[in-house]
C-alpha cells in the first residue's frame, strides 16, 4: 500500500528565510540612513532586529546544508565536495551573523549603541 507524501515545503521555507534576510538588509540600510541623517539614537532595537533575523536565516541555511550532505551519495565525489563545501561556507557564514550579534551586545553594554528613540 503507498503512503500519502505530504506536499515539499522546502522551497516555501527557502523563500521565507531569503525574506528574512532581505528584511535584515532593509533594516541595515534603514539604520545606516538615520546615522547619516545624524540621529544619535535608537538605533539599538534596528540593530539587534537586523542581526537577528541574520542569525537566525544562517542557521536555517546550514540545516539546509547539512541536509543536503547527508542526502548526498557518496560514490559521487564531485556532488559531495559541492556539499560539503557548501556546509563550510554555511556554517562561516553563521558564526559571522554570531560575531556581528555579540558586537552590537558588546556595543549595547558599553554605552556606544544607544536603545531609546529621539525624536528627529
Not at 532593509?26 to 540621529?39: D, F, I, M, N
Not at 560514490?75 to 557548501?86: S, T
Request: charged share 15%.
Amino acid at each position: 500500500m503507498d503512503q500519502p507524501t505530504s506536499p515539499d515545503r522546502s522551497a516555501d521555507s527557502d523563500f521565507s528565510f531569503l525574506m528574512a534576510v532581505l528584511v535584515a538588509a532593509l533594516l541595515a540600510v534603514h539604520t545606516l540612513y538615520r546615522a547619516e541623517a545624524g540621529q544619535t539614537t535608537g538605533f539599538y532595537p534596528l540593530r539587534c532586529g537586523e542581526t537577528t533575523l541574520t542569525l537566525g536565516s544562517s542557521g536555517f541555511f546550514l540545516t539546509q546544508a547539512l541536509k543536503a550532505l547527508n542526502e548526498t551519495a557518496p560514490a559521487n565525489a564531485a556532488e559531495l565536495c559541492a556539499a560539503q563545501w557548501e556546509v563550510m561556507a554555511a556554517g562561516l557564514i553563521l558564526i559571522a551573523a554570531f560575531l556581528q550579534f555579540e558586537l552590537v551586545q558588546y556595543r549595547r553594554r558599553t554605552g556606544q549603541l544607544p536603545d531609546l528613540f529621539t525624536a528627529s
